[in-house]
């Protein structure tokens, strides 16, 4: 099934419906299926696009973006959303490695988009804002107002939709590529678990370069209200959830943690928030325990995957009313519909329920390959099963436990240690706002556990005698943190709102050998 196919539904069932809101500018679901073929027309007859040509967006959470995504694909093309978090030279790679021509970019971004095109790592630059800067002939509004509404490019299930480029921490960034098919699925098989329809109003917290916000497909697909907002906090993401009367909102962890926490809170009229998402992780016990109080009548669903093979676990609303330190909140949830996982041992045999092995998985949500990376893709592919590198094990039930990156399980003398374990033993202190656990060289047992702690505002810094002993109350002696570090900043943190362990790990070290 095409992805264009959502919106054709949409116009079709909900035509006066509204289907964005972005500051004071409301669309209908027909005025956005105009624009979007006439954005589609002009891409084809003024920029040049044939079948699919790549064509990368570069911009904050907007409508111009939501269009843009559908024009692409409305003309035949195939987007490359870019991270807007990257360096220039980074964005050159990403560019250069697709083969991109035509970039599209948001105001904030116009030094950047004109340099990419000086280096010669585009050739074309369509400006989403206003009047085009010195480098950009083409417009956004402009390719609309001047062209006429194109045909509908009708794609394929196997056909390219996107190149979606992780990011790099194993070495340079490779372009995922993911079909038509692909992508329809993990939206399609996301409703079948997520109670989500037309009366739906969505809030884009995820970026919207990220396959995190799966919410472009199925809110559309369902002709619901899309929200965007280009920049927000926690707590002005609050405030716009009260405004416009906000059903459904996917994010991370550590927004929710800032939600939860928000000191007027209780002057918001949230009486329409229906369900919190969360993926990345799991929610910190202590996180969820007063993200629940908090919101009590608010259901949490959190979904796991990668951008390889997105959405294949979920953790329902159903599933998160049990105590607050009942085992299964520290899960991913069960296999989604459709597709299937398994944990196996090094040769690829799955394991007995319960023993940690590597969690790999099949179904239509699993990439066509990786962008001109035969060797790459065939080491993750095998056997028609995809590799996640991420170590977990599960339970008779069918829940699955994430216990790690299999390249960050610390090994400590003979015994395996899982930093999330220690990071959730961590959260419940009352002086810590985050934590990273890492192992760092010990000469005695070859890896030691090590603790980089941000402490909450005013919180007074707890001695590592006492974070030792407030850990053996929760997890085993060894695997407990034998040395502890603090930072007055954030933790590092990805796009998916994964806390990066890379620049942890190299600060800490770093600083424990300045040499």
Not at 15 to 32: L, M, N, P
Not at 80 to 100: C, S
Not at 165 to 171: D, K, P
Not at 386 to 412: C, F, N, P, Q
Request: aromatic share 8%.
């Amino acid at each position: 099934m095409r992805i264009t196919q959502g919106l054709v539904r949409a116009v079709v069932t909900a035509a006066d419906r509204t289907a964005t809101i972005d500051g004071d500018r409301r669309r209908t679901w027909r005025e956005v299926g105009d624009r979007v073929a006439r954005l589609a027309g002009g891409l084809r007859a003024q920029a040049g696009l044939k079948t699919g040509d790549r064509v990368a967006i570069l911009a904050n959470n907007c409508d111009f973006y939501f269009e843009t995504y559908f024009g692409v694909l409305w003309a035949g093309g195939v987007l490359t959303p870019l991270n807007t978090r990257l360096a220039t030279p980074e964005l050159a790679f990403q560019l250069t490695d697709a083969g991109v021509q035509t970039l599209c970019f948001g105001e904030e971004f116009t030094a950047v988009a004109e340099q990419l095109l000086a280096e010669g790592a585009v050739q074309r630059l369509v400006a989403m804002d206003g009047a085009p800067g010195a480098s950009a002939h083409l417009t956004h509004e402009g390719l609309i107002q001047s062209s006429e509404p194109a045909e509908e490019h009708l794609a394929e299930d196997g056909d390219l939709a996107g190149i979606f480029y992780t990011g790099g921490t194993t070495g340079l960034p490779k372009g995922v590529m993911l079909s038509h098919g692909n992508m329809h699925t993990i939206a399609a098989n996301l409703l079948m678990s997520i109670p989500f329809d037309e009366s739906g109003v969505n809030f884009h917290a995820a970026p919207m370069f990220h396959l995190a916000d799966i919410g472009i497909l199925f809110a559309t697909m369902t002709g619901a209200t899309h929200v965007f907002r280009r920049s927000f906090t926690a707590e002005s993401m609050l405030e716009a959830i009260a405004e416009h009367g906000v059903t459904h909102c996917f994010t991370v962890p550590a927004v929710i943690d800032r939600m939860a926490k928000y000191e007027r809170l209780d002057q918001l009229d949230l009486s329409k928030l229906q369900m919190l998402g969360y993926g990345g992780s799991s929610l910190p016990a202590a996180t969820l325990a007063l993200a629940r109080q908090k919101f009590p009548n608010i259901g949490f669903i959190q979904g796991f995957g990668q951008t390889e093979m997105a959405s294949c676990t979920v953790l329902t609303p159903a599933a998160h009313q049990c105590a607050d330190d009942h085992p299964r909140l520290r899960s991913c949830g069960k296999v989604a519909l459709g597709f299937e996982i398994r944990i196996v041992d090094e040769e690829g045999r799955e394991v007995p329920r319960g023993q940690i092995g590597e969690i790999v998985g099949r179904g239509g949500n699993v990439m066509l390959g990786y962008w001109n990376r035969p060797e790459e893709t065939a080491d993750v592919m095998r056997n028609g099963w995809l590799h996640t590198r991420d170590a977990g094990w599960m339970d008779e039930e069918g829940y699955i436990y994430i216990t790690d990156r299999l390249k960050d399980m610390i090994v400590s003398g003979a015994e395996n240690v899982y930093s999330i374990e220690v990071e959730n033993a961590l959260s419940w202190h009352p002086a810590i706002e985050e934590a990273a656990v890492i192992g760092v060289p010990d000469p005695v047992w070859g890896e030691r556990v090590h603790a980089h702690i941000v402490c909450k505002t005013g919180a007074e810094q707890p001695s590592f005698e006492e974070l030792s002993a407030f850990c053996r109350q929760r997890i085993a002696g060894f695997k407990t943190p034998k040395s502890v570090s603090f930072s007055d900043t954030r933790l590092p943190r990805s796009a998916a709102g994964k806390i990066q362990k890379g620049p942890v790990r190299e600060a800490v070290l770093k600083d424990l050998d300045p040499a």
